[in-house]
C-alpha cells in the first residue's frame, strides 16, 4: 500500500526495504483467474512496514463483494482521510486505482496501540469478469512522512524532464476532474435528494415485506390453482374428444340403422311385390274355383241327365225283362244285354268312386283355406304388434328429441351465461388493468406511497384471482354434470339400439320363415289345383263315355225288341225269372248315392264361396292398413332426417362453443402470464430498493471525501481548502486484461 498527499510523487512511497516494499505499504498481487482458487497467502511484511494486510487470498471470485482485512502499526497515527484503494500490478501513480473506500477510523484509538481493521468493496465496484490480471491493495496516509532513498541517482536530469512531462499531464488531469467534479456534484444533489426519497419509502420497508411474503404465498398458492386448472382443461379437453368420438361412433351406427331401414324399406317393397303376385294368384285360384264350380255344376247337370237316361233305361229295362218274362226266346241276346248292364253298373260304381275322391280332395282343400287364414290371421296379428311397437319407437325417439332438445337449450342458456360471466370478468380486468396503470403513473410521480400501490395491486388481483377461481369450479361442477348426462344418455341410446336390432333381426327371421312358408303352400296348392284339374278331364271324359254307351243303347233298342218278339214268351220267362235282379232295391240305392253326393259338393261349394269372399274383404282391409302403414313410415322417415339435421346443427354449435371458449382460457392464461410478470418486475425493483437502502446505510457509516491529490496540485486545488468537493470512484472496467510480462516484472 502507498501513503499519498506528499510533496511529489516519490513521496508517495515509504522507504523501500529490501524486500522491495515502502514502510507504509504491504503489497499484496492476487489473480481473478481461478474462481475456485481460496488458499490463502502468508503476508510479506518489511522491518519498517506500517499497515499489514491479512487473510489474503491469490484469487478471489469477480462480480462478488470483496472483504480485506488489515493491522495498523503502533507507529501509524489514523486520519479519517484515510483510504484503501486497488491497484493494477505495474501502477505509476496514486491515481492509476480502479477503485477505493474510506478507511474507519479505529474506535478508542490509543497510540503505541495496533488496531485490526476492514473494509468491504461493493461487488458493483470490483472487475466483473474474469480477465487474469494482478491487482494491489494500498493503504493511502494523510500525513507527510520523510522518505528515505536507498541509493543515488545517475539520470537527475532525465527524471526531472520526465516529471515536468508528468506535472503537464497531470495539470490538464485536474483541470478535467474540477469540470466532471463540478458535474459530479449535481449528480450527488440529485442523488442525495432521491436518497432522502428512498429512505422515506424505505421506511415502510418492513409493512411492504411482510405484504410482499403474504403476496408471494398468495402467488404460490394462485400458482397451484394454475396447475390444477390446466389439469382440468386437459381433462376437459380429452373428456370432449372423447366426446367427438363417440360423436363419431353414434354418426357410424346412425348410418348404420339407416341402412338397414333402407334394407327394411326394401324388404317391405319387395314383400309388396310378393303380396302383389300372390293376390294375384289367389285371383287366378278364385278363377279356377269358379271355372271348378262351373265344371261341377254341369257335371251335376250331366248327372242329373243320366240319372234321368238311367231311369227311363231301367223303365225299359223292366219294360224288356216283363217282355222277356212275356217271350224270352233268345238267351244270347239276353246275356249280351244282362254285360251291357253290368258294364254301366261298375261304371257308376267307378263314377261314384271318383265322387268320393273328388269330395275328400275338396275336403281337404277347405282344410287347406282353413290353415291358410289361421296363418293370415297369426301374420295380422304379428303385423299389428309390429306397428305398434314402430308406434312406440317412434313416440319414444319423439319425446327423446324433446328431452335433446331442451338439453341443447339448457347447453345454450349455460353457454350465454358464462359468456356473460367471462365478458364481465373482461370488463373487471380492464378496469383494473386501467386502475393499475393510473396508480402506477401516481407512484412515478409520488403522489401514491410503494406501499399503498403494492397493497392495492395485491387486494385487487386476489380479488380477481378469487373470481375467477369461483367461476373455474361452477364451470368444472357444470362439465362433470354434463359429462354424466351425456354417458346416462349414450348408455340409454346403447340399450335402445340393442333392443331395436333384437327386433329387427326378430322380423327378419319372422318374415323369412313366412315367405318360405307361404312359397312353400303356394307350390302345394298348385300342385293340388293341377291334379283335380286332371281328375275333373278324368270325368268328363268318363261321363262322355257313358253318354256315349247310353246312347247308343238307346239308338240299338229296336232292333233288340224286333229280335225278341221272334223268341218264345216261355223261355223268355223261365230266363227273366232266374237271372234278372230286383230292380227296385237297385234303382233305390243308386237315386240316394248320388243325390247325397250332390248335396255335399254343392255344400262344399258354397262354404268355399263364402271363404273366398270373407278372404277377399280381408286383403283389401290389409291393402288399407299397408298404404296407412306405409305412410306413417315416411313420415318416420321425415321426422328421422330433421332430427338427425338438428342434432348436426348443434354438434356444430357445441363445437364452436368449445373453440371460443378454449380461445377466452388461452387469453386468460396471457394474462395472467403478464400479471405474474408484472408481479416479478415489483419485486425486481423492491429487491433494488432494499439494496439501495442497504448501500445508504452504508455510505451514511462515512462521510463522502474526494481522494487526495499530489502534494504538486495543492496550490491550486487542495482538499483542505475545499472539503465539501469529493471525487466518486471510478467503475471497475467490465473486461480486464491480462498482465504483461514487463508490468509483472515490475511488480516484483
Not at 495498523?72 to 501502477?91: E, H, M, N, T
Not at 328429441?401 to 349455460?414: G, N, P, T, V, W
Request: with cysteine.
Amino acid at each position: 500500500m502507498a501513503d499519498n498527499n506528499t510533496s511529489s510523487e516519490e513521496d508517495d512511497f515509504c522507504r523501500i526495504s529490501d524486500g522491495g516494499q515502502s514502510d507504509h505499504e504491504d503489497e499484496v498481487t492476487g489473480q481473478l483467474d481461478n474462481p475456485n482458487q481460496t488458499q490463502p497467502s502468508t503476508p510479506q511484511i518489511s522491518e519498517y512496514c506500517q499497515v499489514v494486510f491479512q487473510n489474503v487470498s491469490e484469487s478471489y471470485k469477480p462480480g462478488k463483494p470483496l472483504e480485506c482485512y488489515y493491522t495498523l502499526s503502533s507507529i501509524l497515527v489514523p486520519s479519517q482521510r484515510d483510504y484503501i484503494a486497488v491497484f493494477k500490478v505495474g501502477w505509476n501513480s496514486v491515481r492509476s486505482y480502479m477503485t477505493f473506500e474510506y478507511a474507519p477510523y479505529p474506535k478508542n484509538w490509543k497510540a503505541n496501540q495496533e488496531f485490526r481493521q476492514c473494509v468491504l468493496f461493493g461487488k458493483s465496484y470490483v472487475p466483473q469478469e474474469e480477465d487474469g490480471e494482478f491487482y494491489q491493495p494500498r493503504k493511502s496516509h494523510n500525513s507527510e512522512l520523510v522518505v528515505k532513498l536507498t541509493e543515488e541517482r545517475d539520470n537527475i536530469s532525465a527524471e526531472k524532464s520526465q516529471i515536468e512531462k508528468e506535472k503537464n499531464q497531470l495539470v490538464g488531469k485536474v483541470e478535467e476532474l474540477e469540470a466532471a467534479l463540478s458535474v459530479k456534484e449535481e449528480e450527488v444533489k440529485e442523488f442525495t435528494e432521491k436518497v432522502e426519497s428512498v429512505q422515506e419509502t424505505l421506511k415502510q420497508l418492513p409493512v411492504v415485506e411482510g405484504k410482499l411474503a403474504a403476496t408471494e404465498k398468495e402467488l404460490g398458492e394462485l400458482l397451484a390453482e394454475k396447475k390444477r386448472y390446466e389439469e382440468s382443461l386437459q381433462q376437459t379437453t380429452e373428456a370432449f374428444i372423447e366426446v367427438q368420438d363417440n360423436i363419431s361412433q353414434l354418426e357410424g351406427e346412425r348410418n348404420k340403422l339407416k341402412k338397414e331401414l333402407e334394407d327394411l324399406i326394401k324388404e317391405r317393397d319387395e314383400f309388396k311385390g310378393q303380396f302383389a303376385s300372390s293376390e294375384h294368384e289367389n285371383e287366378t285360384l278364385r278363377v279356377e274355383i269358379d271355372n271348378l264350380k262351373h265344371q261341377l255344376m254341369e257335371v251335376n247337370e250331366q248327372n242329373q241327365i243320366i240319372l234321368a237316361k238311367e231311369g227311363a233305361i231301367k223303365e225299359e229295362k223292366q219294360k224288356v225283362e216283363q217282355q222277356l218274362l212275356v217271350a224270352s226266346s233268345d238267351q244270347d241276346h239276353k246275356q249280351m244285354l244282362e254285360a251291357q248292364v253290368m258294364e254301366l253298373e261298375t261304371s257308376l260304381r267307378k263314377s261314384e268312386e271318383r265322387s268320393n275322391k273328388l269330395n275328400v280332395q275338396i275336403k281337404a282343400m277347405g282344410d287347406f283355406h282353413v290353415k291358410l287364414t289361421e296363418d293370415y290371421e297369426t301374420t295380422k296379428i304379428e303385423c299389428d304388434s309390429l306397428k305398434s311397437r314402430l308406434t312406440r319407437q317412434a313416440d319414444d325417439f319423439v319425446q327423446k328429441q324433446k328431452r335433446m332438445e331442451q338439453h341443447m337449450a339448457l347447453l345454450k342458456h349455460q353457454g350465454n351465461e358464462q359468456r356473460d360471466l367471462l365478458e364481465e370478468q373482461v370488463m373487471a380486468l380492464k378496469e383494473g388493468i386501467q386502475k393499475l396503470a393510473k396508480e402506477k403513473e401516481n407512484f412515478v410521480q409520488g403522489k401514491m406511497g410503494s406501499e399503498e400501490a403494492s397493497h392495492i395491486a395485491v387486494k385487487s388481483f386476489k380479488d380477481k384471482v378469487t373470481k375467477a377461481n369461483r367461476k373455474a369450479e361452477e364451470e368444472s361442477r357444470k362439465r362433470q354434470q354434463l359429462q354424466q348426462e351425456l354417458l346416462q344418455t349414450k348408455a340409454a341410446f346403447q340399450a335402445e339400439k340393442d333392443a331395436y336390432e333384437q327386433q329387427v333381426e326378430h322380423y327378419r327371421r319372422r318374415c323369412a320363415e313366412c315367405d318360405e312358408e307361404r312359397d312353400q303352400r303356394v307350390k302345394d296348392a298348385g300342385k293340388e289345383i293341377n291334379s283335380l284339374k286332371v281328375r275333373l278331364e278324368m270325368a268328363r271324359e268318363e261321363y262322355k263315355i257313358l253318354y256315349r254307351e247310353v246312347r247308343s243303347s238307346e239308338n240299338g233298342r229296336p232292333k233288340e225288341r224286333r229280335g225278341e218278339e221272334v223268341e218264345s214268351p216261355i223261355r223268355r220267362e223261365s230266363e227273366t225269372v232266374q237271372s234278372a235282379p230286383p230292380p227296385e232295391l237297385d234303382q233305390s240305392y243308386e237315386s240316394r248315392d248320388m243325390t247325397l253326393n250332390m248335396e255335399e259338393m254343392n255344400r262344399q261349394l258354397s262354404q268355399l264361396t263364402l271363404q273366398l269372399e270373407k278372404r277377399n274383404k280381408k286383403i283389401t282391409h290389409y291393402q288399407t292398413l299397408y298404404e296407412e302403414e306405409k305412410v306413417k313410415s315416411r313420415k318416420s322417415e321425415n321426422l328421422y332426417k330433421e332430427m338427425q339435421e338438428t342434432k348436426r346443427m348443434n354438434e356444430s354449435e357445441m363445437r364452436n362453443k368449445y373453440r371460443e371458449k378454449q380461445a377466452e382460457v388461452a387469453h386468460w392464461q396471457e394474462r395472467f402470464n403478464k400479471m405474474h410478470d408484472d408481479y416479478l418486475k415489483t419485486k425486481h425493483a423492491y429487491e433494488s430498493a432494499k439494496l439501495d437502502k442497504e448501500l445508504i446505510q452504508s455510505v451514511k457509516g462515512a462521510a463522502p471525501q474526494p481522494p487526495p491529490k499530489d502534494r504538486r496540485d495543492s496550490s491550486s486545488s487542495s482538499p483542505s481548502s475545499s472539503p465539501s468537493r469529493m471525487v466518486p470512484a471510478p467503475p471497475l472496467p467490465t473486461e480486464i486484461p491480462q498482465p504483461s510480462a514487463a508490468s509483472a516484472k515490475r511488480s516484483e
